[in-house]
Every structure is written in structure tokens, then in C-alpha cells.
């Protein structure tokens, strides 16, 4: 454990890539496979649920402390993560466990899941008295699920594959899935991480999807693409769906459904599994799960369109289109879907690409050629959850960039671009081929900050998250107050969001906790993704991806926008 | 009767007529270091510690005029019998002993209870109401002894110095900066300071602090090798200018009492952080108030409203005073005030 706490410390203190390589590499090379099997784990992401109530965590630290409770909260607001709190209350201790973290995770940690309160407030105590305080905060980051330090999974494999002595995209390639839940890190799984490329690596194991393969943003105007890209008929150019990426994996007469996070998700999909039938052994596809019925005409406007129509159209009751994301987003969370939310929110995979065919990577491949075969398939399988994801054409990029303009009213975030012969690459690489997304202009109003909250992490102490309202009148109007609709905390720069937490104390009304509500004098423009009407939300109102455009220090708080701006955008 | 009292110009002592570290311009002041958010200049006169005259000769003005007191020495002034004793924080610091018909007031300024070589440890001092400060008023801030910190230090210095890379340590030019110096190992290689730090090493020195030898880091070439072996002590406001563009290749670290929680850390955006302050660790405070055997205590800035309420819990008669020294309740400072006077 104490190991791992280093590489933790190490791994925070710095900004250099290269630094971090050195650190891991470093780690990997002297740690146990069974120690590094879990540091991979942890390194790239992988969470395992909450082993212990925060809840309990709290009493038991104001119990061994015997700080009052109001001090300990105190003290966790002004320190703004609970794990380091609690290393900096519990009483400190010399560090004598040798125990490496796979021993840690597995005889101590792992069994503490559900045990009953009086067990563990027995036995937690036993393992604070072994840490010392860095290896305690990260011990608590494990229990918490809270574990995050600064490094990409790209970054685990590059220093994987400088360690193994192999290319890069092959350890991406044995990662994938590593951090899923239902796969518990051991010295066998990690060896084969760090294994000696071998011939029969290629053919494929069990369920094991392919690195997905990521887009970059384009923001260049479109007069420039001519020159950027070269001529649009080189481009398969899709939509850009606002769903859930997922790979579609069917070996062995079984299915399964990977998302983007590399999380096994066929459980919560299951319309989708009467594919199971209707797809060849060695396949694997590449594509959005969308939402996908009939609009309710009434309460629903002119959002989705059908795939026989991908111009915008007026959409019918008896015409299935895709469906606004808050709707995806009702299922995504529940753990048992009843019959109800499966009728009212069917799903299906807008396919886009093939990436194995006939148990051959296609990976390789050009683009054009996996999306024909892909349509091949498709039409094959004559499945109602399997379609493709339209192909879109246009005499050249202005005319493209005239279709774009539909987006919004389709219910999409832009295009996708991907060049006819690319490969399909690994992760965010641009060696083999690139996809670009091009996204329309994030929805935009100008908003006033009212309360505000401090941060965490690297953020603690200052206020750095805020609730934006607005006007629930026009500016004329005799009374009108400000209605609280979006939180954000991104998009300001450290300076600015000094200067901003600077204001907030000097203009505090009153403090609730950790809330401060402030007189009214800052004006930002929010930039958000989405909007949806909302029962939840006091303004009716709902946004999506909602951050900080810019602050408009030009306006003053009465020309901030109003209710009635936001409900425009929702038609 | 208070001995003490909050006014606009600073704390005031209404029997005696003079204000101690006032921050308007007043009559009389009593100073009791020279930070400077404790020592202003434009007051008609001071009373001060005596070890630390050369500090505020050379910070407010070789001319002010300042009659100057040994530790525990008493004079009375309009009936109030006033005595300096050693506060532990920086050279010269001290508490402000009042006595006034049978009652006794201490103001502790800024104070600092683990000893550090470089000037007087803080004494308790027996008094009725102690007026104290709350800096680091929560009970996450927790001092390791500094020999473990200056170990530290010591090993992130060998370990660049291996690599040949410059150790630059940021640290307050006057208090933190000569503790440093003191308590490193000078055999790892030069020591360079920034133009802000050497001439308070030479007050240092004069008052008979081992500080070992230091040169301006100015006068090196950036391909000089010396840089490579080299520790080179700078005042915070340093970091990210142009002048340090002459180290090259360097390992940066602060030290600070803040850099206790990560957050402060990353947000400073050094390598390293060591937690080195000049002032009291919440143990710290609750033994130096405990040790007053004072019944009324006065909390100054820091963390104000939660060591009052604390208090309070223990059965203390406990108050907030509000006064224009170091930040503001609650703030951590997320940048080092520029002057990098306020101290941590």
C-alpha cells in the first residue's frame, strides 16, 4: 500500500507527462504483478463501489478524534475531499503494514463491502493504526471510490508498453474492459498486459471489444475545410447523435453490449438482444444507442427526424425518429427496467461502423469499404434495433454546412467526418485516420450568478461553483425576481475565478454551510448542449452540459436574460 | 475594564492611550514584529522588541522613532505597566504584556509555539484575557516536527542536485527564509537567495542567528554548473517571472503551512510542498491558550468564528475581534499576497 501511496504522491505532484511516465514505469517494475494488477485497475479508472458509508466513515472520524461534529465539517469544507480529511483527523500512526495493495484490496478492503455498521467501526480502526497519513488518504480513496490522479489510460499503456517492450496499441487493445466492474484485477490478467506479443493474440477472446476510436473537434470556419480536408466527396459525413457510443460484440452465439467507458452495459439494453440472432459469429459493431419511437405530437415539437427523411421534416405520429437524450437518460441510471419505461423509451443502435466481420479484425480496412459492408449487414439482418446511421451527401462543404444548420431542429449535436479511407484508429491517435466531430454552437444566454459553493480538490476554498438564474420577466416588467436554472463550474480561467471568488465574498448575503448567496453583480454567458422541459428544476427548465462561456463583464445584472429566452430555445 | 479594544485604526488600549500594530497611522504604536501587516510605517512612535530593532529600522525606516524593550523587561506608561516576551513567530516577535489595576491582558500578535533556533521561543504568560491569533484555526493543520520537514527538504534538494537540476524554494523573504537557512544541511551544495531575502539574512546574522554563507542568486550565469548543484531561496511573488528564467532546468518547491492540504498545493503549481509555518498548528493554539490560564480569550484573524465557538464549547469566554491582519476569516490565500508580507 505504501507503494502505491508513493506512486500516488508522485503522480499529483507533477504536470510532466514524462515525469508520470517515469513514475509508473518505476512502479510497475518493482511491484508484485499481483500489486501492479490493481494499480492498473486503479490508474485506469476503474472504480469499485463504495466499500463503506461515507456516513460511517464521518462518525467513526469524530469518534476517534473526538472533534464535535460541526468542527469536522468545517474542516471538511475548507479541506473539499473526505478521504483527505479523514487522514488528517483520524490519529496518526506509524506506517507498519508491509501489505502490498493487492492484499490490501482483497483481504482487507474488498470484504468490507456490507458488513454491518458495529463490524466495521471494530475493524476499520485496526487498519488506520497501519498507515501512515499519505497511505491512509489513499486507503480512504479506495474505500470511497473516489481514487483519481492526474494521468490518461493512454499514458498507464504507454508506460505498460515501454515496460513489456510492445506497441502501445496492443496494450490498449488487452486493456480494454480491464476496468469494468465485473473484472477483478489479478497477477495472471496483468501479465498478460505486459505478455510478449504472440500470432494467436489476434484471435479474438470471449467478449472483448475493440479502443474505441475517438473524434477530435473541428472549430475552423467552414470556408477553410476545402483547404483543411480537401474536397467533401473524400468524406463520409454522418450526423453526430446525442445517444450512448456503444460496441456491439457477438461471438460465440452470445451478445455483448460495450459503452464508450468500456463498461459491459447488455443488461440495460435488453431490446437489443434479439441480435443474438440475427448477427453472425465475429462481428462487432460500432454505433450510438439512441432512443427511437414515435414523437407524442402534442406536448413534443419538431424534434427527431426519420432515417428515410434525414432532411429536417415535419414529424409524424405514426414515423419513429430519434429522441431528445433526457429521454435516454430516464433508463441509463435505473437497475431493473420495468415493462413500462421499455415501452416508453425503446432504444435501438444507429450502426456506423464494422470492425469485425467473420471473426477478422477490420479494423484496418478503409473506411468506405467497412461501411459498405457494414450496410451489407445490415440490410441482411433486417433487425428493427439495428440501423444505420444515414450517410450524408452534399455537393460540397457549403452545402454540408447549410445541412448542419438542421442540427438543432433534429435533435443532433452537428456532423461526424471521417475520412473514405481511413483506418479505424485506437483511442484519440491521429496516425491511421481521423474523425472529426463538427458541433453546431453551444445554446447560449447571458446569467447571473446567485449562490456559489466551494470547490474540491485542487479548487478547495475558493468558489468555484456557481448557480446561474434568470429573470422571470422582462427588463420593463415592475417586479420580477431571478430564477435559479443551471450549476457550473468550468470555463473560467484560475485568475478569473479568483477575481470572481474575490467578489463573492465581498458581496455575500448570507452563508448556508457551504453556500454562499451573493447580491446580484455578475454576469456570465452560459453556453449549454441541450434543454428540456423539467418538473425537477423550479425554473421548468433543464439544461444539459451547462459551463461558463465567458464572463460579461460589459452587462449590467438587469440585462441579463430571461425565462422567456430559454423557453424560445425550447421550440 | 478591557484593556484592549478593536478600533478603526487598530487594536487600542484606552487606560494607556497607544494602539498595538495599528494599521492607520497613530501616536503610539507597540509593534510586535515586522511583517507587514503588523508594522506600518507614519506612527509618531514605537516601542518594540530589542532583538528585533534591525528588522523594523530596515523594513519602516532607519529614522523612525523607536525606543526599543529587552524580553521581560516592564516600563508603565499612564498607569499601565507593559512588558514584551518572546511570541516564537520571527526575530523579535513578542506578546504585548498589559497591567492595568490588577488585571493583565496579553496580545500575541503572531506566534509560533515549536522553538526554531532563530529567535526566542514563545514563553507562556500568565494573564486574565489573551488576545490570540487563528491563523490556522482547524484542526486538519498539524505540524510534523521540523527536523522531519528540514530532512525533507534536504533529501528533495540531494535528489536534484543528483539530476542537475536547480532546487529553487519559494519561502517568505523574512522569517520563513532565515528559518530555512538555519535548519538545512549547508554541505549539499551553494546556497543563492533572490535580492529580497539576503538583506534580512544580514539582520539575521548581526543578531547572532546561524545563517550559513549565501550569495546572490543575480550574479549567476544561467551556464553557470554551480546552478545545477544549487538551492536557491526566493520570495514567493518570484515564481513564474522572468527571473527565474536563469535556473534553467529546475525542481520548485514551497514552503508553507498551507501547503498542508493538497488542494493549496496543486494550486500553487509547484513540485513540491512543504508544510513549514511560522505559525501555531491547532494543537498548537489550544496549548498556548491553555497555558495563559486566561479565562477570556480575544480571537484575531484566521479562523476566527470557529476558534471562538470552539472555545466557547470549553467553556471559555470567547470573542472575535476584527482587525486588517493577515487574510480574511475563512480565506486560504489562493495566491501569495505580492508584497509577501502576510506571512504562513
Not at chain 1, 401 to 417: D, H, I, N, P, T
Request: aromatic share 10%; proline share 6%; with cysteine.
Amino acid at each position: 500500500m505504501k507503494a502505491f501511496a508513493e506512486l500516488y504522491s508522485a503522480l499529483d505532484a507533477t504536470t510532466s507527462s514524462n515525469a508520470k511516465l517515469a513514475a509508473m514505469q518505476q512502479y510497475f517494475s518493482a511491484a508484485a504483478p499481483e500489486d501492479a494488477a490493481w494499480a492498473v485497475y486503479f490508474l485506469s479508472g476503474g472504480r469499485p463501489r463504495q466499500l463503506v458509508p461515507t456516513r460511517l466513515l464521518r462518525e467513526q472520524a469524530i469518534a476517534l478524534s473526538g472533534l464535535p461534529d460541526w468542527l469536522f465539517e468545517e474542516s471538511y469544507q475548507a479541506v473539499g475531499d473526505i478521504a483527505e480529511t479523514l487522514s488528517l483527523l483520524l490519529p496518526q500512526a506509524e506506517h507498519s503494514s508491509d501489505e502490498g495493495l493487492a492484499t490490501w484490496m482483497e483481504n482487507k478492503l474488498l470484504p468490507l463491502r456490507g458488513l454491518p455498521p458495529e463490524e466495521l467501526m471494530e475493524r476499520l480502526p485496526t487498519f488506520w493504526s497501519q498507515l501512515d497519513r499519505l497511505s491512509l488518504m489513499v486507503c480512504l480513496k479506495l474505500i470511497t471510490g473516489s481514487f483519481r490522479v492526474g494521468v490518461s489510460k493512454l499514458l498507464v499503456t504507454r508506460a505498460l508498453a515501454a515496460l513489456a517492450d510492445i506497441d502501445s496499441k496492443r496494450v490498449a487493445q488487452r486493456l480494454v474492459g480491464y476496468t469494468d466492474l465485473s473484472h477483478r484485477p489479478s497477477a495472471e490478467g496483468y501479465l498478460k498486459l505486459i505478455a510478449a506479443e504472440s500470432e494467436d493474440e489476434h484471435a479474438q477472446r470471449g467478449g472483448q471489444p475493440y479502443p474505441f476510436f475517438l473524434a477530435h473537434a473541428l472549430q475552423q470556419p467552414v470556408d477553410q475545410f476545402e483547404t483543411l480536408l480537401g474536397p467533401a466527396e473524400n468524406w463520409q459525413v454522418e450526423w453526430k447523435w446525442d445517444g450512448i457510443r456503444a460496441q456491439i460484440v457477438k461471438r460465440e452465439g452470445r451478445l455483448w453490449i460495450w459503452s464508450r467507458g468500456e463498461e459491459l452495459v447488455t443488461e440495460r439494453f435488453p431490446e437489443l438482444h434479439s441480435l443474438t440472432q440475427s448477427l453472425p459469429d465475429g462481428t462487432v459493431i460500432d454505433g450510438e444507442i439512441v432512443v427511437w419511437k414515435a414523437p407524442v405530437i402534442e406536448t413534443e415539437t419538431a424534434q427527431g427526424f426519420t432515417l428515410d427523411t434525414p432532411a429536417p421534416g415535419t414529424p409524424d405520429a405514426d414515423t419513429p425518429s430519434v429522441q431528445p437524450f433526457a429521454l435516454l437518460q430516464q433508463r441509463i441510471g435505473r437497475k431493473t427496467l420495468g415493462k413500462k419505461i421499455l415501452e416508453d423509451v425503446p432504444v435501438v443502435i444507429l450502426a456506423y461502423d464494422l470492425l469485425e466481420w467473420e471473426g477478422h479484425d477490420w479494423r484496418s480496412r478503409p473506411q468506405h469499404e467497412r461501411r459498405s459492408q457494414l450496410e451489407t449487414l445490415i440490410t441482411q439482418c433486417d433487425s428493427p434495433v439495428l440501423l444505420p446511421s444515414p450517410v450524408l451527401t452534399g455537393t460540397d462543404w457549403l452545402d454540408l454546412g447549410k445541412q448542419r444548420e438542421a442540427s438543432r431542429s433534429l435533435g443532433v449535436e452537428g456532423m461526424m467526418l471521417k475520412a473514405r479511407d481511413s483506418m479505424y484508429g485506437v483511442g484519440r491517435t491521429k496516425d491511421m485516420g481521423v474523425w472529426w466531430k463538427w458541433k453546431v454552437d453551444p445554446f447560449s444566454v447571458d446569467a447571473v450568478l446567485i449562490y456559489a459553493q466551494r470547490g474540491h480538490g485542487r479548487r478547495a476554498s475558493l468558489y468555484s461553483d456557481y448557480t446561474f438564474a434568470v429573470w422571470d420577466g422582462p427588463e420593463d416588467a415592475s417586479e420580477r425576481t431571478l430564477v435559479p436554472f443551471a450549476k457550473a463550474y468550468s470555463g473560467l480561467t484560475d485568475v478569473e475565478m479568483r477575481k470572481v471568488d474575490a467578489i463573492i465574498r465581498k458581496t455575500t448575503v448570507e452563508k448556508f454551510g457551504p453556500v454562499r448567496s451573493v447580491t446580484p453583480t455578475l454576469v456570465f454567458e452560459l453556453g449549454f448542449e441541450g434543454i428540456a422541459l423539467s418538473k425537477r428544476h423550479k425554473s421548468g427548465i433543464a439544461v444539459r452540459f451547462p459551463r461558463m462561456l465567458r464572463w460579461r463583464l460589459d452587462k449590467p445584472v438587469a440585462e441579463a436574460d430571461s425565462l422567456a429566452t430559454l423557453q424560445d430555445l425550447l421550440s | 475594564m478591557d484593556l484592549v479594544i478593536a478600533r478603526p485604526e487598530g487594536l487600542y488600549c484606552p487606560p494607556g492611550d497607544f494602539y498595538i500594530d495599528p494599521w492607520r497611522p497613530v501616536e503610539r504604536a507597540v509593534i510586535t514584529h515586522g511583517h507587514g501587516d503588523h508594522a506600518h510605517t507614519g506612527n509618531q512612535h514605537y516601542l518594540a522588541a530589542a532583538p528585533g530593532e534591525g528588522i523594523l529600522r530596515q523594513r519602516l525606516g532607519q529614522d523612525i522613532n523607536l525606543q526599543t524593550l529587552e524580553y521581560g523587561e516592564s516600563i508603565t506608561h499612564h498607569g499601565v505597566k507593559l512588558s514584551l516576551h518572546p511570541a516564537g513567530h520571527v526575530l523579535g516577535s513578542a506578546q504585548v504584556r498589559l497591567e492595568y489595576e490588577g488585571e493583565v491582558w496579553v496580545a500575541s500578535g503572531d506566534y509560533k509555539v515549536e522553538p526554531d533556533g532563530t529567535c526566542e521561543p514563545f514563553e507562556p504568560v500568565r494573564c486574565h484575557t489573551f488576545i490570540t491569533e487563528s491563523t490556522f484555526g482547524l484542526p486538519i493543520y498539524k505540524w510534523a516536527p521540523q527536523s522531519e520537514i528540514f530532512s525533507g527538504i534536504n533529501d528533495w534538494w540531494r535528489e536534484n542536485a543528483a539530476v542537475g537540476k536547480a532546487s529553487v524554494l519559494f519561502a517568505y523573504s523574512f522569517g520563513k527564509a532565515q528559518r530555512i537557512l538555519h535548519g538545512i544541511d549547508p554541505s549539499i551544495g551553494p546556497i543563492l537567495v533572490h535580492g529580497a531575502v539576503e538583506p534580512l539574512n544580514r539582520v539575521y546574522r548581526a543578531a547572532g542567528i546561524r545563517i550559513p554563507e549565501t550569495q546572490y542568486a543575480g550574479d549567476f550565469k544561467k551556464t553557470d554548473p554551480a546552478l545545477r548543484q544549487a538551492l536557491i531561496i526566493a520570495p514567493p511573488s518570484a515564481g513564474g517571472s522572468t527571473w527565474m528564467r536563469r535556473f534553467g532546468e529546475f525542481s520548485d518547491a514551497f514552503a508553507s503551512g498551507w501547503m498542508m492540504l493538497r488542494g493549496p498545493r496543486r494550486r500553487r503549481g509547484v513540485d513540491r510542498g512543504f508544510v513549514l509555518s511560522d505559525h501555531a498548528d491547532w494543537p498548537g493554539l489550544l496549548w498556548a491558550i491553555e497555558n495563559t490560564g486566561a479565562e477570556r480569550v480575544m480571537v484575531t484573524h484566521g479562523s476566527v468564528a470557529i476558534l471562538v465557538r470552539y472555545l466557547r464549547e470549553q467553556g471559555l469566554d470567547a470573542q472575535g475581534f476584527t482587525t486588517e491582519y493577515g487574510a480574511e476569516e475563512d480565506e486560504v490565500p489562493a495566491t501569495p499576497e505580492p508584497t509577501g508580507e502576510a506571512t504562513a
